[in-house]
Structure formats: C-alpha cells, structure tokens
C-alpha cells in the first residue's frame, strides 16, 4: 500500500476492488469517489504545482507548510491538495471484516474516551453535527493525545500539525448514491469498513515520530 507522504500528483491505486465495501459502500460511489472525484483533486493541485513552481515537491509537505507558501497559491493548495491528501488517506483506513480487538490504538482509545463504544458514540455524533461538506477525524494531536476533531471542506489536520489516524468523509458524494438524504445511516454504517490494523499502524508510527 502507497505511503501519504510519499505520494505524487498523481491518482494513486485504490487499495481494493471498488466493490469490495459492499453492501456498507456500493461500488458506483466508490468508482466515482475515486476515479472522478480524487483524481479531479489531484489534477487540479498538479496544474497549481506547475503553475507555482512546486512540481518537485511531495503534496503532504506542501499541505504541511500551506501557511509558508505564497498568498496565491494557498488557497489552491487547500483546496485540491487537501482533497488529494484526504482521500489518498481515507482509502486506506477502510476495509471490511477487520476487528477491533487486541491492538494497541484500542488501549489508547479506552484510555481516552473511556471504552470503546463510547469513542464510537463521540465521533458518531462530530459526524452527525457537522453542518455542510466536511471530514471527521481521529487525530494524534501536537501533545500526543488522542482527538476527536472535524475539518470543513477538504481542509487537512496535517495543515495544523495533527496526524490523522482515522477519517470519515462527509460530503455527500461520499453516499447519495446509496443512502441518499440518510447521511447518519452512512455514518453509522461506516464502522463496519474501517480498517483497524492501518489505524493502529497509524497511531504507532505517529507516537513514535
Ligand atoms: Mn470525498
């Protein structure tokens, strides 16, 4: 599986089959999501890249330091090289049938949020109380704690200096397709795809960093 922070600008491979989410994500959303929705992300901070002179340069590094580029190209940046990151990492958190027990994350969410359920409940209800297009995530935050936080559009913790373990796109291109108006049903149906073993991989690495 590709690595965030050696991605490119281009569209990276899905790590899966664009049906292999069914019934929970169906596989039309998932063919669109990513060979439209993604790679439009992707091309557009390319021709920003060019446009500015940033070809070279990783995409997570540029949404890392968005705050040192000039003015202009900022606004790009956020914009298309956020969705081009967010997605790239959102793919690999999701998979089905991986459980949740015995990882390392899972005593740390415990820790945190009390249980495990509880923790599902808490981030359920950032997701269920986001207004308009966004992202909900579980972040290992500058102090090294566990958060919970939200991002409007495809605004990126990486820009604050939060590594994400964990995301739930909530634009509506991520489920009208199947659920339609029903955004808590894909949200709460959601749980059933994360993949648990790239998070823990996430959290370990980012307490390690
Ligand atoms: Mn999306």
Known sequence: MYKIEELGFELPELPFAYNALEPYMDEETMKIHHSKHHKAYADKLKGVAEKNGFSSQKPLDLIKNINSLPKEAQKGVRNFGGGHINHSFFWTVLKKGISHDNLEV????????????????????????????????????????????????????????????????????????LYKW????????????????????YYLEAMRE
């Open 106 to 177: 899972i005593r740390a969410i415990e820790k945190k949020f009390e249980s495990y359920e509880k923790f599902v409940e808490q981030f359920t209800n950032a997701s269920n109380t986001f207004f308009g297009s966004g992202w909900t995530w579980l972040v290992v935050n500058a102090n090294k704690e566990l958060e919970i936080i939200n991002t409007a559009n495809q605004d990126s913790p990486y820009s604050n200096n939060q590594k994400p373990i964990l995301c739930l796109d909530l634009w509506e291109h991520a489920y009208y397709i």
């Open 182 to 201: 029903n955004r808590a049903e894909y949200v709460k149906n959601w749980w059933n795809i994360v993949n648990w073993e790239k998070v823990n991989e």
